[in-house]
C-alpha cells in the first residue's frame, strides 16, 4: 500500500534552517509529482512546493528563494530545504502525491520561534 513518512521536523530559531524529508513506498516514486503541504493552526492546508517526476519545481509565492524542493528517486525521498525560516513558516508539514486519490503523510510539525 502507498506509504508516505516525514521526518525532521523540530523548533528551529528565526533565519534557521531544517531539513525535512519524506520517504515513499508502494508505488513508483520516480515516476509521480511530489509536493510538500503545511497546515497552521486554524489554517487551510496549503501548497508549499511540488516537484515533478522530471525534476522541475514549482514554489508558493511565500517560500520562493528560501524553500528548495528535491527528490532523490534511488532512494524514494523527497526533500524540503528550508533556510531563512520565519515565525509564520510553522506549520505541520505534509507530503503529497496523487494516485487516483490522494495521499497524505502523517505529518512533521515545524517551530520556529526564538
Known amino acids: 500500500q502507498v506509504q508516505l513518512v516525514e521526518s525532521g521536523g523540530g523548533l528551529v530559531q528565526p533565519g534557521g534552517s531544517l531539513r525535512v524529508s519524506c520517504a515513499a513506498s508502494?508505488?513508483?516514486?520516480?515516476?509521480?509529482?511530489m509536493a510538500w503541504y503545511r497546515q497552521g493552526p486554524g489554517n487551510q492546508r496549503d501548497r508549499v512546493a511540488g516537484?515533478?517526476?522530471?525534476?522541475?519545481?514549482t514554489y508558493a509565492d511565500s517560500v520562493k528563494g528560501r524553500f528548495t524542493i528535491s527528490r532523490d528517486n534511488a532512494k524514494n525521498t523527497v526533500y524540503l530545504q528550508m533556510n531563512s525560516l520565519k515565525p509564520e513558516d510553522t506549520s505541520v508539514y505534509y507530503c503529497?502525491?496523487?494516485?487516483?486519490?490522494?495521499?497524505w503523510g502523517q505529518g512533521t510539525q515545524v517551530t520556529v520561534s526564538s
Open positions: 503529497y502525491v496523487w494516485l487516483a486519490r490522494d495521499y
Open positions: 508502494g508505488f513508483t516514486f520516480s515516476m509521480y509529482y
Open positions: 516537484i515533478s517526476s522530471g525534476g522541475r519545481t
